[in-house]
Structure formats: C-alpha cells, structure tokens
C-alpha cells in the first residue's frame, strides 16, 4: 500500500459536526438559491453508493489500492450528504434515506445497466481504469469548487465553517485520484488518448444523469456563470491540464459559460 493510500486512511473519518449549532438554520435561515444547490448536493452525495458500483466492475476492483481509496472515500461521501440532509431537516425540507430512495426511483430503467457495460468496458480497454481516475479528480475538483462557491453567495457562518469540513476531506479525496490519475496517464499514450476523448465527449458537471437538467443548469449558473464562478472553472482547468495528455481541454469553464438553467 502506497504511502499516500495509507495517509489517507488513517486520516479518514466520519465528518465532526457535534459542535456546529444546527439550530442557527431556523433562527437564520439560507436563502432559497442556496437551499436548491444543498439539494442537489445532497441528492449527489447520496448517488456516491452507485457510482462505486460502476468502478468496482471493472479493473479497478483488483488494485488494492484503489480499492482501500474508495472504501474510505465512499464513508466519508456518506456523512457529506447526512450533515447536508440535517441542514434541509432544519428549514422543514425532505433530507436523508426517504429523499434519496425516491430519487433513485427515478432513474432511468438503463442505469441499471452500467455495471455491464463498464465490466465489458474494462474487459476491451484496460487503460479504462486511467480514464475513471482522471473523471474522478475532475468530479472532484469541481465539487471542492462548488462548495466553495456556495458559501461565498450563501454568506451563513454555520454553513460556511460544514462546507468547509467537508471540503477538507474532498481534498484528499482530489490528491488520491490526481495521483493515480497521473500515474496511470503518464505511462500508457494509449489512455492519455482514451481519457482526453472520453472527457471531451461525454463530461459533464457533477450529477449530469442523476438530476434534472433544469438543476443541473441554474447550479451551475448559480455557482460558477458569475465571473467568480469563471475564475474559479479556470482554476480548476489549469489542475486537469497537469494530468498527462489533458493539457488544454477547458472542461469546467466550458460548463460554467455554456450551461445555463432551462427557459433563460
């Protein structure tokens, strides 16, 4: 086990959030746009579970280091969305299990179907497991950068000091998937190739898929349209263009100038 890998776990944890007082939602409470981005979050943290599924059908399920990663990244995704889920209960919204299974109710009958085709993925192109490192910092990176943004425009000191926490932890998250990523890329031409077409064809913000595309759109709008929000998308291009062969793809700031909510 690589050193980073066992940093990592010795690290991990559920997040600490016993001393943050909940209560400040109901005497202070977010405003509406803020409340529609902690649903969206929470909804994505909440679909973590399926996206390992998909992993853990292919390659990657047979490096003991990726695997350690996701055991303890997946544990740590779980108490990102149950801090968020308590922040909804205190403004009298649907947060936890009952919200999460009726949204993944609502999934499309062919997602049930990605583990196959990720297995038979795996199974012709084995630089497969590159590609999901890469999308993973990618993913990743851009979360880190939308809680950032939510509370700049939020601007609640509770809400502020849980995004921070758990940015923390996204953080690691990002230096572990960056890392293998690298790695991986840097030794095969063959996936910096598949990596950089896939990224370019089929990217897309965090919970494209598992959303509405009108959410989708107004939380990327709301958290990066703005020239804050650009400047922090181009932040984070300039990170993926460190991965080898992904130099100048502008995945993020492409999202954040293209994308906007549906009807504007």
């Not at 066992?6 to 746009?33: C, G, N, Y």
Request: hydrophobic share 40%; aromatic share 6%; glycine share 6%.
């Amino acid at each position: 086990m690589g050193t980073d890998t066992a940093t990592l776990i010795r690290r991990s944890a559920r997040l600490e959030i016993d001393d943050l007082d909940f209560d400040s939602f109901r005497l202070t409470p977010l405003d509406e746009q803020s409340l529609r981005c902690l649903r969206y979050m929470h909804d994505v943290e909440g679909h973590t579970m399926c996206y390992l599924r998909d992993v853990l059908a292919t390659h990657a399920h047979r490096d003991p280091d990726i695997t350690a990663f996701l055991a303890c990244w997946s544990y740590e995704e779980h108490w990102h969305g149950d801090a968020i889920a308590k922040v909804l209960k205190t403004h009298g919204e649907v947060a936890g299990p009952s919200r999460l299974a009726a949204a993944r109710r609502r999934l499309p009958k062919r997602d049930a179907l990605r583990p196959v085709f990720f297995a038979i993925g795996s199974a012709v192109m084995r630089q497969l497991t590159a590609l999901q490192m890469a999308w993973g910092a990618v993913n990743e990176l851009s979360t880190q950068a939308g809680y950032a943004r939510l509370a700049q425009k939020a601007r609640h000191p509770v809400l502020s000091e849980l995004l921070r926490r758990i940015m923390r932890q996204e953080g690691r998250h990002i230096d572990f998937y960056a890392a293998e990523a690298r790695q991986l890329l840097g030794t095969s031409r063959i996936a910096q190739r598949l990596t950089r077409f896939a990224l370019m064809r089929a990217w897309a913000p965090v919970g494209s898929g598992v959303m509405p595309p009108s959410e989708v759109g107004f939380l990327v709008a709301h958290l990066f349209g703005d020239e804050e929000g650009v400047k922090a998308a181009r932040r984070i291009d300039k990170q993926v263009d460190r991965l080898p062969g992904l130099e100048g793809l502008h995945l993020v700031e492409t999202a954040a100038t293209r994308i906007r909510p549906l009807g504007t």
